[in-house]
């Protein structure tokens, strides 16, 4: 009796565990199939003809379904709120994401209310000195700016909710619309483009890592194999061969 109830309590853990492996391994083939669709997704956007100012306007408030999308945009850049977030990589190297707002020219070339924040790249910072921004060209007047639509910069862990100054750790969106004043739009742009004023662009490319789910897949799908392979072989082809 003892005996038989071992064996369906083995039964039922041994079921288990081989459906918890299955259901583990085609979550990641489903995590696979997402980002496959979220790569073709941002190839799609990427291909799209780039926004002028008209086109980024015309954007809805709440229509972030854009990113990715290429823009050349003309402005002026407001280099007084140019902002430096800390602790940014690039390369490998820990410094500062450059970012300032750009006033978007109107249809009749003067400068309108409208400012699109750009992360212009990353330049390196001065260990000793925190405060001590390193260069940065900026050119007065009008300019063309090339780049892709991308929501507002990441924020990382901080120890101050509200941060002023040109050297912060994140940046707070609403706090810096009311800075600039004028209509900041809810996205940024990612600038592009051969760097000629002593910034880094080599910014991260979207990496799905599919094959990392694919190898996962495979694990949890060998897993169970093996747990099943187990089961049959202890609970019912060893104990054949000894009543042999």
């Not at 390196?124 to 063309?144: C, H, I, S, W, Y």
Request: hydrophobic share 40%.
């Amino acid at each position: 009796m003892q005996r038989r109830q071992s064996f369906w309590i083995i039964s039922v853990a041994a079921a288990l565990l081989v459906a918890v492996g299955v259901r583990l391994g085609f979550w990641q083939l489903d995590r696979a199939a997402q980002k496959i669709a979220y790569a073709e997704a941002v190839a799609d956007q990427a291909a799209q003809p780039a926004l002028d100012n008209r086109g980024v306007r015309a954007l809805k408030h709440d229509q972030m379904d854009a990113t990715h999308r290429p823009v050349r945009l003309a402005g002026q850049w407001l280099s007084r709120h140019t902002v430096y977030l800390d602790n940014r990589q690039m390369g490998g190297k820990v410094g500062y994401y450059v970012i300032a707002p750009l006033q978007l020219t109107g249809p009749d070339g003067q400068p309108s209310n409208q400012v699109i924040a750009v992360q212009r790249g990353w330049a390196p910072r001065d260990f000793l000195n925190r405060e001590q921004v390193p260069p940065v060209t900026t050119p007065a007047g009008l300019v063309e700016v090339t780049g892709r639509l991308a929501p507002p910069p990441s924020q990382l862990y901080s120890w101050v909710e509200a941060e002023t100054g040109p050297v912060r750790q994140n940046l707070d969106w609403d706090r810096y619309r009311e800075e600039i004043g004028l209509t900041l739009q809810p996205y940024s742009v990612v600038e592009l483009g051969e760097p000629g004023d002593g910034l880094r662009r080599e910014w991260p490319q979207v990496d799905a890592k599919i094959h990392t789910h694919y190898g996962y897949a495979a694990q949890w799908f060998a897993l169970s194999l093996l747990i099943a392979g187990l089961y049959i072989w202890f609970q019912w082809i060893a104990p054949y061969r000894v009543k042999k």
